[in-house]
């Protein structure tokens, strides 16, 4: 099957090559070169962007920064082999096993089309992706079970590599010109990456003061010490971050230098489910400039970005009516308004697609991607070959560009009632004297905050964290499982003031959500003796 066209025929749109990457000309853009082809082909991001994004100022340097392992990396002698594989090339020369003793001839899966994202859906509402070891000698496809089941370049498969790269220009279109990006097993290991490329033991990197656990445990494996900034309902607060940044005294942190990471999760974060204003980003990007602070902005919820809540019962409003519209609502990331080339983007499928997939993407400048490469050579290699050929088959070949716009738009949609009726159940069953929450404007958490001072075991001498086991424990006897705030403290070792729970509109559906509500609810009647 032919490439996804979206475009008329390029010789019928000749200038719009030249100009801003859209799902419109995408086929056009694409003749400016051709893509790589055969076995471990080198590809970059350069290869496909557009003329426009390519010709943007050059990001700044960043090698002041740059840990003393990652300057040691060397390119891998046997990756660097692939440049020389050529048409026509008898390569005798590379360790790759031969095609003809893989064991997978074809692969299918099935999946919605485009059409079945309107409700209601069709009779037929399934597409089908194929594919086989000799598609691209079959001028079928631009990639098959031939590359992708034999070793590749860390970067990723070219063909995928280029439909993310495009993917990155429609929707972010970064200020400058020399951004890359390399697929990684997961932000996960995007943010070990970045860990291992600029900081060492005794490093301390900056995040929102409730955060992501497991980001902070993998750094906490590294030496890497997390420090708290301060948030409010629209998450990290960019005063807190100058205020830190223009008074550190490295002797009152034991001897730890001036941080220069910003780890920070902007839409639906988790824990908290807050969101960053396009005005609150700003004013983080404008410290980040004053102190030359990088930011890792790690962003798996972007796409789930909704409506605002407006009330128990109240009709939801009305999706975007085109993908034009749907990527206006969104709220500009921070590599949309990078000049200096100061972000480094964790994006992922994990919560759009597949988790499973193990396939994410980490976006910087081109001399941090070429960095985090030379690691992945080494360890990581790329992501599973079957995961990114199926995800090409299906966001390249199947749906395109626009299709992909318009399953985020459903989900969108999908989440969205969910956060409505999570809400609604908190309304209507969680005791208002004792428990407050913001409705969430992404994401997939519910940040519920506890007035644990009015609880009856204060009398006797219990402290924050001794009820907020109380609250867990009862919440498991009642069936019903929630996340302890303590969990995602930045700082494990400061005294809590305030007591909060998480719960998640994700994983359940809507008659198990309401009645999980309403029996966290019960639980707190019982615990705060509320008739």
Not at 168 to 185: K, R, S
């Amino acid at each position: 099957m032919a490439p996804h066209a979206a475009a008329n025929d390029v010789a019928q749109k000749p200038a719009v090559v030249e100009g801003t990457l859209t799902v419109a000309n995408v086929a056009a853009n694409r003749t400016r070169f051709p893509l790589p082809k055969g076995v471990a082909a080198f590809s970059d991001s350069s290869m496909f962007k557009s003329a426009a994004s390519a010709a943007k100022p050059k990001a700044k340097r960043w090698d002041h920064y740059i840990s003393a392992e990652s300057k040691l990396r060397k390119p891998s002698t046997l990756k660097q082999i692939a440049q020389y594989l050529q048409p026509g090339m008898l390569s005798l020369g590379g360790g790759l096993p031969s095609q003809e003793y893989f064991p997978f001839h074809e692969i299918s899966a099935k999946a919605p089309s485009p059409s079945q994202f309107a409700d209601p859906a069709p009779a037929n509402p399934e597409c089908s992706v194929i594919s086989t070891k000799h598609d691209i000698i079959d001028a079928t496809s631009e990639f098959d079970l031939e590359v992708a089941l034999n070793y590749g370049q860390s970067v990723g498969y070219a063909a995928f590599v280029r439909w993310v790269t495009e993917h990155v220009e429609i929707v972010h279109n970064p200020p400058y010109g020399d951004w890359d990006l390399t697929l990684a097993p997961g932000s996960t290991q995007g943010w070990d990456f970045v860990l291992r490329m600029l900081c060492k033991p005794g490093d301390i990197v900056l995040t929102e003061e409730y955060t992501f656990c497991s980001a902070m445990e993998g750094a906490a494996a590294q030496g890497v010490i997390p420090f708290p900034v301060k948030v409010d309902a629209e998450g990290l607060l960019a005063s807190s971050l100058d205020e830190i940044l223009t008074n550190w005294d490295p002797a009152a942190h034991g001897g730890a230098r001036k941080p220069f990471v910003l780890y920070t999760v902007p839409s639906g974060q988790n824990p908290t489910g807050a969101t960053q204003s396009a005005e609150r980003r700003k004013e983080i990007y404008k410290v980040a400039q004053k102190h030359d602070l990088i930011i890792c902005e790690d962003e798996p919820y972007y796409f789930l970005q909704m409506e605002p809540y407006k009330g128990l019962g109240t009709p939801m409003t009305p999706p975007p009516a085109s993908t034009d519209e749907f990527l206006k609502t969104l709220v500009p990331s921070f590599l949309s308004m990078d000049t200096d080339g100061r972000v480094i983007r964790l994006d992922s499928f994990s919560k759009v697609l597949s988790p499973g997939s193990r396939v994410s993407f980490v976006v910087a400048s081109a001399q941090l991607t070429e960095r985090m490469i030379r690691q992945a050579e080494t360890s990581t290699q790329s992501p599973s070959g079957m995961a990114q050929i199926l995800l090409y088959k299906l966001l390249d070949e199947a749906w395109g560009h626009e299709g992909y716009i318009k399953w985020l738009i459903h989900i969108r949609v999908e989440y969205t009632k969910r956060r409505n009726c999570i809400m609604d159940a908190c309304e209507e069953f969680l005791p208002k004297s004792v428990a407050t929450f913001n409705p969430p404007t992404a994401g997939m958490f519910n940040w519920i905050q506890i007035d644990w001072k009015k609880h009856p075991a204060i009398k006797e001498g219990k402290d924050h964290d001794a009820i907020e086991e109380m609250i867990f424990l009862a919440a498991v006897d009642a069936g019903v499982l929630v996340s302890r705030g303590t969990w995602f403290l930045a700082d494990q070792s400061a005294k809590q003031e305030d007591m909060f729970f998480r719960t998640t509109f994700a994983a359940a559906p809507a008659d198990q959500i309401r009645e999980a509500i309403k029996r966290f609810g019960s639980v707190l009647n019982a615990q705060f003796n509320i008739q």
